[in-house]
């Protein structure tokens, strides 16, 4: 899939990530700012869904245990122990490759795959959000409220655009993380495990460790995912965080834009900002985005089933000397 | 604890079971020929739960009346839909199936959504506060119908499999596309009525639910786990299966809400879901495979 695509020319890189740089700069307003912050965070945990449901194959459909586990680490750290909100990151992290971690070997170890392995991954996040929903320490059904105290040491930025630069940074970080995926031999693996776990097997490839690292690396970033989350918004509870909604948002944004490849998250998420942020500039009518949304994964999935990067998959340039 | 406490808790599990039953019998089926999961369960649910409430408020047909329209009009539905989106747009891969079926789900329900904005709607009917005495308790008279009719639903459905031409086309799809294929049966044609017989049970369950139950954009929410709680754990394609799961959620949602508390005491139907995967995927009653 993704290894038959030509390598994106660093030209368009650059141009890319000057553009990225430049773009509170250009657009200051805050709804545009907020635009980025949403369409890089879409595009941050897209890409932890990527590793494990793209890379590997391994479709998850409650990824949101890890993001809601970091969420929620963090918060706590925070609130109940007074820690600074930027150590909240790696705990964050910390937390997800736990949750992540516990899911994987439990299920791989009793062989689910396929739909089974989507089912149990939304179980178990189901559990997780009637434990939040239950305990004093999480604030049960009420949620937690992040108190207001700006200042850069304190993970709030006066203005939005530190948000903006903090999120392009991860997000610039799990797309490397991404072409490594693509490029090491891990990758590969994970790629032959995708492509037929029996082969694989035979290939003397550890099946089962390999699903678990995969699944520790995607938890781990989906759980700062989380924590940014809780640190932009200010606010989480329970069926924000471990609600199957933001499961969907992750695979949707990865499988519209080209699950397995490096980029197609990025393009999914784009698309997801500017179809959320868009309808609710024309319409205050709720839904109309997830609407487009939906049609589109039906019809990505009909047509053109490795995702819109295909539209910009260059076709194999004409080889200028033969062998 | 008082015993009659318990009788209490029991009997309401069972009827809870009851009407996991009735949204499950359509799932199993589905899943147990087309192998696939079907997400827009949920959603179909919803729909004819909406067609149940503008056939009373609108024409004032009554709930149980408005079967007679319901399913007839859920199968054409499921027929329709796959014979146009899910088998179409597929290319017969199950993945590609499974979020096809998440995308329609997403469609369906905001759609619904910017229709109906997020309210939830009731319905009154001259019968829904009629109680019955049933042992140390009270159950209201929808509730004990709905059970009832989630039961003969399981047994006409496990009859129509056995013993009628289409219901053995279906078996045989089921267990070897191919060689159906090769014995003359259209398969296409039979998934296509298989998914359409799924959506019809919805279409029951919707005109049964409705005076004991609530109908919002998001009821499918409120279902699907628990349905596909009930299939796995009964067995997928398993109507046995669906019922005696569907009893044992019912009860364990209604005794964990007496032990642990109305917040807490949902843990334990996605408890035995996890279990139930990790320890023996089959199912109580499923075929291994």
């Known amino acids: ?323 | 604890m008082d015993p009659t406490i318990l009788a209490a808790a029991a009997i309401n599990g069972l009827l809870l079971g009851g009407m996991y039953t009735l949204v499950a019998s359509g799932l199993t089926l589905i899943y147990g020929v087309l192998h696939i999961i079907n997400f827009a369960h949920g959603s179909m649910l919803m729909l004819a739960m909406f067609g149940v409430f503008y056939l009373l408020t609108k024409f004032g047909i009554d709930p149980y009346l408005s079967m007679l329209v319901m399913v007839p009009a859920m199968y054409g539905l499921g027929y329709a839909i796959y014979k146009g989106v899910i088998g179409r747009l597929s290319s017969g891969r199950d993945e590609n199936i499974l979020l096809i079926t998440l995308g329609l789900s997403i469609l369906i329900e905001n759609i619904a959504l910017m229709l109906f904005k997020g309210d939830s709607r009731t319905i009154s009917v001259s019968y829904s506060d009629t109680m019955i005495e049933l042992g140390p308790t009270l159950v209201p008279l929808p509730k004990l119908i709905s059970f009832a009719v989630a039961m003969l639903l399981c047994a006409a459905l496990a009859l129509f499999i056995q013993r009628t031409d289409t219901g053995r086309a279906i078996r045989a799809v089921a267990k070897e596309r191919v060689g159906a294929r090769l014995v003359g049966i259209d398969v296409d044609r039979i998934f296509a009525i298989s998914y359409g017989i799924g959506l019809a049970t919805l279409g029951a369950a919707a005109c049964l639910l409705m005076p004991i139950f609530y109908v919002s954009p998001t009821i499918g929410h409120v279902f699907v786990l628990v349905a596909f709680t009930v299939v796995v754990l009964g067995g997928m394609g398993s109507f046995l299966g669906a019922v005696v799961g569907g009893m044992i959620v019912g009860l364990t949602e209604s005794f964990g809400g007496l032990f642990l508390g109305e917040s807490l005491g949902q843990i334990g139907i996605s408890l035995i879901f996890i279990l139930i995967l990790l320890l023996r995927p089959s199912g109580l009653f499923g075929a291994r495979r």
């Not at chain 1, 430049?22 to 700012?33: I, Y």
């Not at chain 1, 490397?176 to 082969?199: K, P, Q, V």
């Not at chain 1, 003397?204 to 995969?214: C, H």
């Not at chain 1, 990025?266 to 205050?284: D, F, K, M, N």
Request: proline share 4%.
């Open chain 1, 1 to 323: 899939m993704n290894s038959q695509l030509q390598p994106v020319p660093w030209k368009l890189h650059l141009a890319v990530l000057a553009a990225a740089l430049a773009f509170p700069f250009v657009f200051p307003s805050n709804f545009a700012v907020n635009f980025g912050v949403l369409a890089l965070f879409y595009a941050f945990i897209g890409q932890s869904w990527n590793m494990a449901g793209g890379f590997a194959g391994q479709l998850s459909f409650g990824h949101v245990a890890f993001f809601g586990a970091g969420a929620y680490a963090s918060t706590i750290l925070q609130l109940r122990f007074g820690m600074s909100p930027w150590a909240g990151l790696p705990a964050a992290a910390l937390a997800g490759a736990l949750v992540g971690g516990v899911i994987a070997v439990l299920s791989f170890r009793a062989g689910l795959r396929g739909s089974y392995f989507a089912l149990i991954t939304l179980a178990f996040a189901e559990v997780l959000r009637i434990i939040a929903n239950s305990t004093d320490l999480t604030g049960g059904g009420l949620g937690m409220l992040i108190p207001m105290k700006a200042g850069a040491a304190n993970f709030q930025f006066a203005e939005r655009s530190g948000f903006y630069y903090l999120i392009l940074l991860l997000t610039l970080l799990s797309v490397a993380l991404a072409e490594w995926l693509r490029r090491s031999r891990f990758g590969a693996r994970l790629a032959a495990i995708r492509e037929n776990e029996e082969s694989a097997m035979a290939l003397g490839i550890n099946v089962f460790a390999e699903k678990v690292r995969v699944m520790l690396l995607s938890g781990a970033l989906c759980g700062v995912g989380g924590c940014f989350f809780a640190q932009y918004f200010l606010y989480i509870d329970p069926t924000i965080v471990f609600g199957v909604d933001k499961s969907v948002e992750m695979l949707l944004v990865s499988i519209i834009g080209g699950a397995g490849t490096v980029y197609g998250p990025l393009i999914g998420a784009v698309l997801l900002a500017l179809a959320s942020e868009g309808t609710r500039a024309i319409t205050q009518v709720p839904g109309l985005s997830l609407v487009l949304y939906g049609a589109l994964l039906v019809l990505i999935i009909a047509y053109l089933p490795n995702g819109l990067i295909d539209l910009f998959k260059r076709r194999p340039q004409p080889r200028k000397e033969t062998r």
